[in-house]
């Protein structure tokens, strides 16, 4: 099955530095990626959808200067957080469509101290 | 647009126990529909899916749902719930040709000994 593969696992870093997350899809072609995140308890808030080679496309009330995403190639996006401050702590998780379907990276947890 | 509801945040059952998980969506198109199961700081994983095949759909682990189209409903049930089961569950919904997979709030399962 298609599998996507998400790193770091977990992450801390300190206020104001930024963060780097990358989403890679194994074995399959991902045209399109989504980025979302969950607060603890909560359900996953959709944040931007990526597309291969052109600007992604942000939800509505996400800072997309603070939130840089970028997927260059058919197989890797990343979500950069830049200046990082402790209230964007949170469990981010990417995701790709597959056939009439969606495959899931098992998360990043960022803790900004 | 579409919509999911998730009637209760959480559900407690015995281990043994019927295990009944509601789902409601809203869709002016034909919807897809998705059961995700999440463990505690981890990715997503699919349970089931209806694309418009058959309305019973059988998935992992022993669940299942129903697609109802009358009640716009597709809830989750396994017959005997065993203590792995325990974990956050999303129900979501997408369409064809549509980018983005709307999720429910998740109901936390939690099984009694």
């Known amino acids: 099955g298609a599998v996507v593969s998400q790193h770091p696992s977990r992450v801390i870093c300190k206020s104001g530095t930024s963060v780097k997350i990358e989403c890679r899809s194994l074995?399959?072609?991902?045209?399109?990626m989504f980025w979302y995140r969950q607060f603890p308890k909560q359900s996953l808030m959709l944040m931007a959808t990526?597309?291969?080679?052109?600007?992604?496309t942000y939800e509505q009330g996400v800072e997309k200067d603070k939130f840089l995403i970028n997927h260059a190639s058919l197989t890797l996006s990343t979500l950069t957080v830049t200046s990082a401050h402790p209230e964007d702590s949170s469990f981010y998780i990417c995701?790709?469509?597959w056939g009439d379907g969606y495959t899931f990276g098992s998360g990043t947890r960022l803790t900004v101290v | 647009a579409q919509s999911v509801t998730q009637l209760g945040s959480h559900v407690s059952v015995s281990e043994g126990a019927l295990v009944l998980l509601r789902c409601n969506y809203s869709?002016?198109?034909?919807?897809?529909l998705f059961w995700y199961v999440q463990y505690p700081n981890q990715g997503l994983q699919l349970l089931l899916k209806?694309?418009?095949?058959?309305?019973l759909v059988k998935g992992i682990n022993g669940f299942e749902a129903e697609f109802k189209k009358s009640e716009t409903s597709f809830h989750l049930t396994k017959p005997s719930a065993h203590m792995s089961d325990a974990a956050e569950y999303f129900c979501?919904?997408?369409?064809?040709?549509?980018?983005?997979?709307?999720f429910g709030q998740g109901t936390r399962l939690t099984i009694n000994p």
């Open positions: 995701s790709a469509r």
């Open positions: 869709s002016s198109v034909p919807p897809y």
């Open positions: 209806y694309t418009s095949a058959a309305t």
């Open positions: 979501a919904v997408s369409t064809w040709g549509a980018q983005k997979l709307v």
């Open positions: 074995d399959f072609q991902a045209t399109t």
């Open positions: 990526s597309n291969e080679g052109s600007k992604a």
